[in-house]
T-cell receptor, first 114, second 112 residues
């Protein structure tokens, strides 16, 4: 398997622009997680899905953030409008309880908002 | 609410030493515990997964133990090498939801 695939790997944008981050989980995994990592706050859970349904979005910082999972093989995290404080590395991860529940991460999307 | 802590926050050792990283969690009702490694600018790589019914897991020079009753896990690294330098994070998955709660990590430097 190719692992968790994220795109883009790097994104530089200007304040106010819309940003869309994409994730393809490992095939067969039924749980998908979006995390944000910064030096100041470490690794923070934003939202997670189980069987394509959002279970907990309490970590989503504001209404500017939204996430969707239209099917088992694709998820998006959207920021609109973006702000400089959104600059961070955004990770997608997936797991399946049917195979022990091990969590696998993508390589991350590094976002810089100018 | 589950809370995970890791001690120490940073550790610097000479090459060849055996070392122990600690992870503590507040709620013992866990599904599993997982150790990760993160190199600078990279994603998290899974090292070891311990199910709640297990006491330890081993992979090469790494050994992770789990004591649910005391809310502790340790990661033992034998004969450390400069290539082991990275940040090590532990994460617990609870029995109720399906969320993972991460510790802040231990930054390890192995000096040649």
């Amino acid at each position: 398997d190719a692992g968790v695939i994220q795109s883009p790997r790097h994104e530089v944008t200007e304040m106010g622009q819309e940003v869309t981050l994409r994730c393809k989980p490992i095939s067969g995994h039924n749980s998908l997680f979006w995390y944000r990592q910064t030096m100041m706050r470490g690794l923070e859970l934003l939202i997670y899905f189980n069987n394509n349904v959002p279970i907990d979005d309490s970590g989503m910082p504001e209404d500017r953030f939204s996430a969707k999972m239209p099917n088992a093989s694709f998820s998006t995290l959207k920021i609109q409008p973006s702000e400089p404080r959104d600059s961070a590395v955004y990770f997608c991860a997936s797991s399946s309880r049917q195979v022990g529940g091990e969590l696998f991460f993508g390589e991350g999307s590094r976002l810089t908002v100018l | 609410k589950q809370e995970v802590t890791q001690i120490p926050a940073a550790l610097s050792v000479p090459e060849g030493e055996n070392l122990v990283l600690n992870c503590s969690f507040t709620d013992s009702a866990i599904y599993n515990l997982q150790w990760f490694r993160q190199d600078p600018g990279k994603g998290l790589t899974s090292l070891l997964l311990i199910q709640s019914s297990q006491r330890e897991q081993t992979s090469g020079r790494l050994n992770a133990s789990l004591d649910k009753s005391s809310g502790r896990s340790t990661l033992y690294i034998a004969a450390s090498q400069p290539g082991d330098s990275a940040t090590y994070l532990c994460a617990v998955r609870d029995n109720y939801g399906q969320n993972f709660v991460f510790g802040p990590g231990t930054r390890l430097s192995v000096l040649p």
